[in-house]
Nanobody, 126 residues
Framework: QVQLVESGGGAVQAGGSLRLSCAAS????????MGWFRQAPGKEREFVAA????????YYADSVKGRFTISRDNAKNTVYLQMNSLKPEDTAVYYC???????????????????WGQGTQVTVSS
């Protein structure tokens, strides 16, 4: 089991920036990658970004490419999501997640993750 604790959410105006952190503990070696997802009120949870622990390969949703950057600190077992040029449509609860053991078809698929953080609210006002 992997325990995940997110931090860094908050309220900002459009065009502003926030950095989210996700600290992982427990059986982190069983997870190949970490991802960030978000869920807005009344909408399904959607993929934002992912990063592989081993080589740092990153993946992004089209909606955040060029604005968000995912990174990791292997020594601290921590993943970050730097969010710049925030828009009101980025408002959501953001969750970090760790992939399940075994083959990963696509890092953007929600079912590839079996450990989730509690979520952190991000609110962007216009």
């Amino acid at each position: 089991q992997v325990q995940l604790v997110e931090s860094g959410g908050g309220a900002v105006q459009a065009g502003g920036s926030l950095r989210l952190s996700c600290a992982a503990s427990g059986r982190t070696f069983s997870s190949k990658a970490m991802g960030w997802f978000r869920q807005a009120p009344g909408k399904e949870r959607e993929f934002v970004a992912a990063i592989r622990w081993s080589d740092g390969t990153t993946y992004y949703a089209d909606s955040v490419k060029g604005r968000f950057t995912i990174s990791r600190d292997n020594a601290k077992n921590t993943v970050y999501l730097q969010m710049n040029s925030l828009k009101p449509e980025d408002t959501a609860v953001y969750y970090c997640a760790a992939t399940r053991p075994g083959f990963i078809i696509l890092y953007s698929i929600l079912s590839m993750y079996n450990n989730w953080g509690q979520g952190t609210q991000v609110t962007v006002s216009s």
